[in-house]
């Protein structure tokens, strides 16, 4: 429904606070079921949530686009072309995400800032102007998360420093950027602008960058991420971001020592926090948590019944995936037999995109050998011979590894660092929810070639 029509007053069945995988995908099942839903997001730039604007969709697109590029060489035009064809990308979807839901009759869309009144009221300021005062049965928060800026000297009021959004509306490739923070976010711009041509330094508060690897899985992942351009400062501490002649300067203290690093760009990746500040919580009797997280129960269900927070805003994983599966928890709530929960959610994996992406799901073999008695199996890509696929995209760097139950042949765990991680690790985590164990993914038939044949002879190897 179209907002030029909406009255300053509505009654609903539910009313969603921001448009993300969970709660859009809520509001378009509802909706089509004959609820009167009212969908409220404060910026037209937004609607479909992080992942098609800002987080999962364009940066995977300027991923895609800069895998065959010479790295020997800075492609400013390459970059220019791909900024363009993302930017085509993440409108059509945003375009495709607000119709799925303007055209049901059932579903009103409010573009503005919302905020509780009292626990059953959700106040709109929308941008056309009017205010709207929603009063809904059932409400859902699904604000999502925004980056964190700590209090470093100089770190958001130097120009030409950006979070992971505005890194992405970039006009022009920067000869140098300087990331600080050696997290998944960080690593994906690293690698990602390295794979343009730009000198890219990272620099790491902690002792290393994924840390919480395995030692074998982490060094191979430096080593891709240092044969692309990529230098990595790690135990460095910034204390400040400034202008120079130089461009912006980053300072930092490392064993005892000030240092600095000039770029043209800084990415600031330091982490995301829940998008919770100006929504009335407290007037609406919504408890949230030291983080500034919603606090829910494993149905999503708040300090009040008939709220539910979904996606980012309510602490969990920060994945889209995640999203979409507490959509399907608090449908349970509000029109299936109430059985689904958090606690069904078992062997869930997930990924670091650089090239090739680093895939994970379960345990790693540090952890397993602390709680069972294991088998593990590591290859690198280059070693496996049974495995023609990597050899004919031309991507034969990385590993793969599978840790398992020495007892039971139960598979505890993986991380595939290769071509196609991202897919096959799937396979992986369906194995390991459903019982299937590394000896029948050894055995089992796949098609040829391909990555995933490589458990042929990676699990042969136990």
């Not at 579903?107 to 509780?116: A, E, H, I, N, P």
């Not at 059953?120 to 300021?125: D, L």
């Not at 300072?251 to 990746?269: E, K, P, Q």
């Amino acid at each position: 429904m179209t907002t030029d029509a909406v009255r300053d007053e509505l009654e609903v069945d539910l009313a969603v606070i921001g448009f993300g995988k969970g709660g859009k995908t809520l509001a378009g099942v509802l909706g089509t079921q004959g609820w009167r839903v009212v969908m409220i997001e404060q910026s037209p730039q937004m609607y479909g949530g992080t992942c098609i604007n800002t987080g999962c969709v364009p940066t995977k697109s300027l991923v895609f686009q800069s895998e065959h590029l010479n790295r020997e060489t800075a492609h400013h035009r390459a970059f220019r072309a791909a900024e363009a064809a993302t930017t085509r990308l993440t409108d059509s979807l945003r375009s495709i995400n607000f119709a799925a839901l303007d055209e049901l009759d059932t579903v009103t869309v409010l573009t503005g800032r919302g905020y509780f009144t009292d626990p059953h009221t959700v106040r709109v300021e929308t941008l056309s102007g009017p205010h709207v005062t929603v009063n809904a049965r059932w409400v859902v928060i699904d604000t999502g998360s925004q980056p964190v800026y700590p209090p470093i000297p100089g770190l958001r009021d130097t120009a030409a420093v950006y979070d992971s959004a505005e890194m992405l509306g970039l006009d022009e490739l920067p000869d140098r950027l300087t990331v600080l923070g050696g997290g998944y976010i960080g690593l994906e711009f690293a690698a990602m602008f390295a794979a343009y041509g730009c000198a890219v330094t990272v620099v790491e508060r902690g002792s290393e960058v994924l840390a919480h690897e395995d030692d074998d899985v982490a060094k191979t992942a430096r080593e891709i991420l240092a044969s692309c351009g990529v230098a990595i400062k790690t135990a460095a501490d910034v204390t400040a971001v400034d202008h120079s002649v130089h461009g912006v300067t980053v300072r930092y203290l490392t064993s005892g020592a000030t240092r600095s690093v000039d770029a043209d760009a800084v990415l600031v990746a330091l982490g995301r926090r829940p998008a919770t500040e100006n929504l009335g919580l407290d007037v609406a009797g919504v408890a949230v948590d030291s983080a500034g997280a919603v606090v829910v129960d494993d149905v999503l269900r708040t300090t009040q019944h008939h709220i539910f927070a979904v996606g980012d805003v309510n602490g969990g994983p920060q994945f889209t995936y995640i999203s979409l599966d507490d959509y399907r928890i608090v449908l349970s709530q509000l029109a299936g037999d109430g059985k689904r929960s958090t606690a069904g959610r078992l062997a869930v994996p997930y990924t670091l995109f650089m090239t090739p992406p680093l895939a994970r799901v379960g345990l790693t073999e540090k952890a397993a050998r602390q709680m069972h008695a294991i088998k593990a199996a590591a290859m690198r890509v280059a070693d496996m011979a049974t495995m023609p696929r990597a050899r004919i995209v031309d991507q034969t760097s990385g590993m793969m590894k599978v840790v398992v139950d020495a007892d039971t042949d139960e598979i505890l765990g993986a991380a595939l660092l290769s071509y196609d991680a991202h897919e096959v690790i799937n396979t992986v985590a369906l194995a390991m929810r459903h019982g299937i164990t590394a000896g029948e993914l050894r055995d089992a038939i796949y098609t040829h070639p391909s990555m995933t044949e490589g458990f042929n002879q990676l699990l042969s190897s136990l």
